[in-house]
């Protein structure tokens, strides 16, 4: 029998059923995934029974991975925050770490690259403070995949490179081929192709065991594609015939559908018929697992090999299927957002309609008691009738607050739905005609790559703008969430610099900025990143190209509070406008190069302040520009 300290056999049992389920999870969570959420659904209601917080965080983050694969970005992001936050319950740095590197994937794959490298870069600054060097070279690897992703190849390789460095100092794990994969295909995408044959080669060596298949045919088909694209053709279809292979051997229907579609690519040069036959499997195979998003990859090279062979009504057949596809699979998030907003403002208002009835209830059953007391005296009715006067005066001005917020719930739907149909239809509706004339073959390469530059800005600023009537209905519907601390604006600020440098500095505008770095604020963090890239945002927006931005902040010692101002030498505001500017009301005008907006990113800006205990104004000279003030709490 062993003296000292032990955990509970309670405890043991609760972690060694735990690790076992997690064990099934992880080897169905890529091949059968309704067999790995049976798995995790269990553990989790173990995990509850034996009140074992960190098995209930472990289930949540393998179902949130699930999601992950399956394409729930925000399920999978929902499961990650509420690890993350028991974690933070229980202090567990090394949890902490694990659970913002998966945010920070989904924030990578959405394209949100900024929110990507502050997950990835939190992780980082975690593991490097508990010395956990197996996080810190996961960090570094996922990014340098951030880089990558915004094909800054050479950034993305010294990432890479200092990890690798790491790594010999570490026992081998899965991670380490990632970073193998990773360096062969920056090295492939700058055409250094002996030294991306030399990482996909080292990799593939140490990754042909059984537990490593599914990596070692990812690099396998890396390597694959050096050789395409050197035009040794015949060694990288053996190598991809040897990875389908060995992917239908372990039954990985992501590496399979890889390798024949990297087969197809390989052999369209070769005999596009057998292009063809590697491309119907591919579709085939992708449409039994439900995976929409390869199945409209397939659709998209199916429609190209047509065209190319002059079969435009077999590429327009295609390109139809997979407009069909898109429609009902990508806006289907969006459209369920728009429908639980609606779905929000009807219960409300519901809601409001059941009070009022309740009031009118009210008021009936007063007045009969007033009749009733009329026959008992003239004293008794007086003092009734005033007692009354003052109950049926609380109940009317409660009708009238009630009305209020019907009357604010029926302008949030105006708005949201003003919003929709104007800002969102039109180019919803252009970017479809875009679509046709390059579908029909009307335009020339230059003019086609032109066209989808537009769209490719047309969709962005459409994704914007819904990001931000979603952020505004919800708030309207649910308040304004706030969770303050003490933070340092000057961080904040220089971030959000960064990410908009490109933006200014295609207007060549200077942006100063003049902050102590030692300053302090009480405020949420998200709140004021949000307000201080709103308001820098629009002053590179309405500002002429040569122009200059300012950017300030000060301690004001009699009200104990922090001043903030954005200052620009742009068109300014008009007097017409100045009284209706952080309202609903006002129309938003076009940027100096006829940038578009909806003005609710002021409004936002006022409501977060406002729930911060702060204040905004501006001072506007028409054609000389704009100075926007708001105040936040000292700390």
Same mark, same amino acid.
């Given at each position: 029998?062993?003296?000292?300290?032990?955990?509970?056999?309670?405890?043991l049992d609760s972690?060694?059923a735990?690790?076992?389920?997690?064990?099934?999870?992880?080897?169905?969570?890529?091949?059968?995934p309704?067999?790995?959420?049976?798995?995790?659904?269990?553990?989790?209601?173990?995990?509850?029974?034996?009140?074992?917080?960190?098995?209930v965080?472990?289930? @949540?983050?393998?179902?949130?991975?699930?999601?992950d694969n399956?394409?729930k970005?925000?399920?999978?992001r929902?499961?990650y925050?509420?690890?993350?936050?028991?974690?933070?319950? #229980?202090? *567990?740095?090394?949890?902490?770490?694990?659970?913002?590197?998966?945010?920070?994937?989904?924030?990578?794959?959405?394209?949100n690259?900024?929110?990507?490298?502050?997950?990835?870069?939190?992780?980082?600054?975690?593991s490097?403070?508990?010395?956990?060097?197996?996080g810190v070279?996961?960090?570094?690897?996922t990014?340098?995949?951030?880089?990558?992703a915004?094909?800054?190849?050479?950034?993305?390789?010294?990432?890479?490179?200092?990890?690798?460095? #790491?790594?010999?100092q570490?026992?081998?794990?899965?991670?380490?081929?990632?970073?193998?994969? *990773?360096?062969?295909?920056?090295y492939?995408?700058?055409?250094?192709?002996?030294t991306?044959?030399?990482y996909?080669?080292?990799?593939?060596?140490?990754s042909?065991?059984p537990?490593m298949?599914?990596?070692?045919?990812?690099l396998?088909?890396?390597?694959?594609?050096?050789?395409?694209?050197?035009?040794?053709?015949?060694e990288?279809?053996?190598?991809?015939?040897l990875?389908?292979?060995?992917?239908?051997?372990i039954d990985?229907f992501?590496?399979?559908?890889?390798?024949?579609?990297?087969?197809a690519?390989?052999?369209?040069?070769?005999?596009?018929k057998?292009?063809?036959?590697?491309?119907?499997?591919?579709?085939?195979?992708a449409t039994?697992?439900?995976?929409?998003?390869?199945?409209?990859?397939?659709?998209?090279?199916?429609?190209?090999?047509?065209? *190319?062979?002059?079969?435009?009504?077999?590429?327009?057949?295609?390109?139809?299927?997979?407009?069909?596809?898109?429609d009902?699979f990508?806006?289907?998030?969006?459209?369920?957002?728009?429908a639980d907003?609606?779905?929000?403002?009807?219960?409300?208002k519901s809601?409001?309609?059941?009070?009022?009835l309740?009031?009118?209830?009210?008021?009936q059953a007063?007045e009969q008691?007033?009749?009733?007391?009329?026959?008992?005296g003239?004293?008794?009715?007086?003092?009734?009738?005033g007692?009354?006067f003052?109950?049926?005066?609380?109940?009317?001005?409660?009708?009238n607050?009630?009305?209020?917020?019907?009357?604010?719930?029926?302008?949030?739907?105006?708005k949201?739905?003003?919003?929709?149909?104007?800002d969102l239809k039109?180019? #919803?509706a252009?970017?479809?005609?875009? /679509?046709d004339?390059?579908?029909?073959?009307?335009?020339d390469?230059?003019?086609?790559?032109?066209? /989808?530059?537009? /769209?490719?800005?047309?969709?962005?600023?459409?994704?914007e703008?819904?990001?931000? #009537?979603?952020?505004?209905?919800?708030m309207?519907?649910?308040?304004?969430?706030?969770?303050q601390?003490?933070?340092?604006?000057?961080e904040?600020?220089k971030?959000?610099?960064?990410?908009l440098?490109?933006?200014?500095e295609?207007?060549?505008?200077?942006?100063?900025?003049?902050?102590?770095?030692d @300053?302090?604020v009480?405020?949420?963090?998200?709140?004021?990143?949000?307000i201080?890239?709103?308001?820098?945002?629009?002053?590179i927006?309405?500002?002429y190209?040569?122009g200059?931005?300012k950017?300030s902040a000060r301690?004001?010692?009699?009200t104990?509070e922090?001043?903030? @101002?954005?200052e620009?030498?742009?068109?300014?505001?008009?007097?017409?406008?100045m009284?209706?500017?952080?309202?609903?009301?006002?129309?938003?005008?076009?940027g100096?190069?006829?940038?578009?907006?909806t003005?609710?990113?002021?409004?936002?800006?006022?409501?977060?302040?406002?729930?911060?205990?702060?204040?905004i104004?501006?001072?506007?000279?028409?054609n000389?520009?704009?100075s926007?003030?708001?105040?936040?709490?000292?700390?």
């Open positions: 029998m062993l003296y000292g300290h032990q955990e509970p056999k309670n405890q972690n060694q735990i690790s076992a389920i997690e064990k099934m999870v992880v080897r169905y969570r890529y091949d059968k309704d067999s790995a959420i049976f798995f995790a659904i269990k553990g989790l209601k173990i995990s509850r029974l034996k009140n074992d917080e960190y098995g965080a472990r289930m @949540l983050h393998q179902l949130g991975m699930i999601d399956l394409g970005a925000d399920d999978s929902q499961k925050l509420e690890a993350l936050e028991i974690y933070k319950r #229980l202090k *567990d740095d090394k949890g902490i770490a694990r659970e913002n590197i998966r945010l920070g994937v989904i924030e990578k794959r959405k394209g690259y900024d929110k990507a490298s502050a997950y990835f870069l939190y992780s980082l600054k975690i490097e403070k508990i010395r956990d060097m197996a070279m996961e960090a570094y690897v990014i340098g995949e951030v880089y990558a915004q094909r800054n190849q050479k950034k993305a390789i010294e990432y890479y490179l200092k990890a690798e460095r #790491l790594s010999l570490l026992p081998f794990f899965s991670i380490r081929l990632n970073m193998y994969n *990773d360096l062969g295909i920056s492939r995408e700058i055409k250094d192709y002996k991306a044959i030399t996909f080669n080292m990799g593939i060596e140490q042909n065991i537990q298949m599914g990596s070692h045919i990812s396998t088909i890396g390597l694959s594609k050096v050789y395409a694209e050197l035009g040794r053709l015949h990288a279809i053996a190598l991809q015939k990875a389908l292979l060995k992917s239908r051997k990985n992501i590496r399979e559908y890889q390798s024949l579609v990297a087969l690519d390989s052999y369209r040069s070769i005999d596009i057998i292009s063809f036959k590697y491309l119907a499997q591919a579709q085939s195979l039994s697992r439900h995976a929409n998003k390869q199945v409209l990859e397939v659709l998209e090279r199916i429609a190209k090999l047509q065209a *190319d062979l002059a079969n435009y009504k077999a590429a327009y057949k295609a390109k139809e299927q997979q407009y069909k596809m898109a009902s990508y806006f289907k998030d969006i459209t369920l957002k728009i907003l609606q779905a929000q403002y009807e219960l409300n809601e409001v309609k059941v009070q009022e309740k009031f009118i209830n009210s008021k007063m008691k007033v009749m009733l007391w009329i026959i008992l003239s004293i008794v009715l007086l003092c009734i009738l007692i009354n003052f109950k049926i005066r609380k109940l009317n001005l409660l009708l607050k009630s009305n209020t917020a019907l009357t604010t719930s029926n302008s949030v739907k105006d949201l739905f003003s919003v929709l149909a104007h039109a180019p #919803l252009s970017g479809i005609k875009l /679509l004339m390059i579908n029909n073959g009307w335009l390469e230059q003019e086609k790559a032109l066209m /989808l530059s537009k /769209l490719a800005d047309q969709n962005a600023a459409s994704m703008t819904l990001n931000l #009537l979603l952020r505004w209905g919800q309207q519907i649910n308040g304004v969430m706030i969770n601390i003490i933070l340092t604006p000057f904040i600020i971030r959000n610099m960064s990410l440098f490109e933006a200014a295609q207007k060549s505008i200077a942006v100063i900025y003049d902050i102590a770095e @300053l302090t009480f405020s949420d963090a998200d709140h004021l990143d949000f201080i890239r709103n308001l820098l945002s629009n002053a927006k309405f500002t190209e040569g200059e931005i950017i301690k004001e010692l009699l104990n922090v001043i903030f @101002l954005v620009d030498n742009g068109v300014g505001i008009s007097k017409d406008r009284p209706t500017i952080f309202s609903t009301n006002s129309v938003s005008t076009n100096t190069n006829n940038e578009k907006g003005n609710l990113g002021l409004v936002i800006c006022k409501e977060f302040i406002l729930a911060n205990n702060g204040k104004w501006v001072e506007s000279i028409e000389e520009g704009s926007f003030f708001f105040t936040l709490k000292y700390k």
